[in-house]
């Protein structure tokens, strides 16, 4: 049965109980002389929940103030109390706070629920030993604020957040017409003039200030100054920094302000989900931006382009140990990239195996003896009945490159090398099928071995030279986390925005704004 306070749901409905009957079901908020200064001070931090990405209506805030009004009055009529209306006002700020308490702590949903490649490792906490610490020490916004994660990228967008915020309130920001009057597509570039450079100056202004106040003389020349301010803009949005309004540069300009504000709300989420400790030393794969960061504490030690999954072949968002790496690795075909990819190109091409050092064998099994591939009939052979485990050995053909870096898990998601090299210098990177290709391995490996004196950088080119699969432990573990961020600050505070490649925005922000589920 559903519980009610004042026609609210109660959603702590299984730690209500419990919290009371520590307290021998003396109220929270209240005295013999009415409601205390707490419950100020509780409704004071519900009404900035905003400010977090949340909403103040998700916790009672209406019905408190309702309520609470009401108390007061009563009080003010003289001794003769309503106790049914003071035993609601106290069940729904208990309620509040453990509710908030929680989002605050762990986020509002659970993103397992969203999508079955999203596993959490979120943070967790006795929410009712929270609140009566709060309670005892009259602090009840300080207690509600320690729940908050504590890294300076959350606080960075949630400043954001803010500010966007503001610039939404006073009207947004204008949208970028064509430039050249030969359809949408026509591109706008230093040296143009009209209503569309001034525009565009007016764009910049507002987001972050890229073009600052009274910054041109002629506000309707597109000159060097806001040539380089679009330049930032187009970095900050991960778009070619050419300084050109083209038709992908033009499309993210008129994104409306209140799709960044969502953007930031959305990943704000995202930062409650991840662990308590991301480590002091710790990788970063941001999914939705192609890169990879190495960080130690708030500096950033390395990045680098990354190579991310396709839109149906999705890479996972999860948080792992990298505990070792492979030098020259096998690669071990997996089922479904043999039926459908490399079995239609082996059929028509019965040299194709040998070309790419692809070996066939009856089954994992590390006796399994090889089977020469000249005595099978791939004619016969479909995906449906395809017995058969092909490997490719060590090579400069090889998929995984020259190095895997290992951190085990359902997905058998690992960062690697790659021999297709160009695609790094493709603006849009997804194009795996889960797996992380990454930029740098060399770079990465060094850093990784750097505490392990027999592995400088000329032992491990010497090791990779000589072509042998082997595999070499870390000498200190290292925190990685895939992470899918579309909007997000950088190490030197700049927030950057990303598309939704993979359609997990829309989603997310429907079960926002669902109502809290009536249950712990």
């Not at 309670?135 to 207690?143: D, T």
Request: with cysteine; aromatic share 8%.
């Amino acid at each position: 049965m559903e519980l009610r306070a004042a026609g609210e749901p109660v959603y702590a409905s299984l730690v209500l109980p419990s919290f009371y009957e520590r307290r021998l079901y003396r109220p929270a908020w209240s005295d013999e002389h009415g409601p205390t200064r707490l419950t100020d001070d509780l409704l004071d931090a519900l009404r900035r929940a905003d400010l977090e990405g949340l909403r103040s209506e998700d916790y009672h805030f209406a019905g408190i103030e309702a309520v609470l009004a009401a108390v007061r009055a009563d009080a003010k009529r003289g001794p003769a109390l309503a106790p049914d209306r003071w035993a609601e006002l106290d069940l729904l700020l208990t309620d509040a706070f453990l509710v908030y308490g929680a989002h605050l702590l762990a986020g509002r949903v659970n993103p397992e629920t969203l999508r079955p490649e999203w596993v959490s490792n979120r943070r967790t906490a006795d929410i009712a030993v929270v609140l009566e610490a709060a309670l005892a020490s009259g602090n009840i916004a300080g207690a509600l604020e320690a729940l908050d994660p504590p890294e300076v990228g959350y606080r960075r967008l949630r400043e954001a957040l803010a500010r966007y915020r503001a610039v939404a309130a006073a009207g947004g920001w204008p949208a970028i017409p064509d430039g050249g009057g030969s359809g949408w597509g026509a591109t706008l570039q230093a040296g143009d003039r009209g209503a569309p450079v001034k525009a565009l100056r007016q764009r910049l202004r507002l987001e972050d200030g890229l073009v600052g106040e009274g910054a041109a003389q002629d506000a309707d020349l597109f000159d060097a100054g806001l040539e380089q301010a679009l330049e930032k803009f187009q970095r900050r949005h991960g778009l070619t920094a050419d300084g050109v309004v083209s038709t992908a540069t033009r499309a993210e300009l008129n994104v409306p302000v209140e799709r960044r504000v969502e953007q930031l709300e959305l990943n704000l989420e995202r930062w409650r989900w991840l662990p308590k400790d991301l480590g002091r030393r710790h990788i970063i794969v941001n999914i939705a931006a192609f890169d990879l960061e190495v960080m130690d504490g708030d500096s950033l030690v390395m990045s680098m382009r990354v190579v991310v999954g396709r839109p149906f072949d999705r890479t996972p968002v999860f948080s792992d140990t990298m505990r070792y790496l492979v030098l020259n690795p096998y690669w071990h075909v997996p089922s479904n990239i043999a039926t459908t990819e490399l079995l239609p190109k082996l059929k028509r091409d019965r040299s194709y195996l040998a070309r790419y050092k692809l070996r066939v064998f009856p089954s994992s099994r590390l006796d399994a003896q090889e089977i020469d591939p000249t005595t099978v009939d791939w004619s016969t052979i479909t995906a449906a009945h395809f017995p058969f485990l092909l490997r490719q050995d060590p090579g400069p053909r090889n998929a995984l490159g020259r190095i895997k870096f290992m951190f085990l898990n359902k997905y058998h998601v690992y960062l690697h090398d790659t021999p297709a090299r160009p695609l790094f210098e493709e603006t849009q990177r997804d194009f795996s099928h889960g797996c992380i290709r990454i930029q740098h391995p060399i770079e990465l490996a060094v850093y990784l071995l750097r505490n392990d004196p027999r592995w400088d950088r000329d032992a491990l080119l010497a090791a990779l030279d000589d072509a042998e699969d082997r595999s070499v432990p870390l000498p200190e573990p290292m925190p990685i986390h895939l992470l899918y961020w579309t909007a997000w600050a950088d190490a030197d505070g700049t927030i950057q925005f990303r598309r939704d490649i993979h359609d997990r925005d829309v989603p997310l922000f429907t079960a926002l704004r669902a109502p809290p589920p009536t249950k712990d």
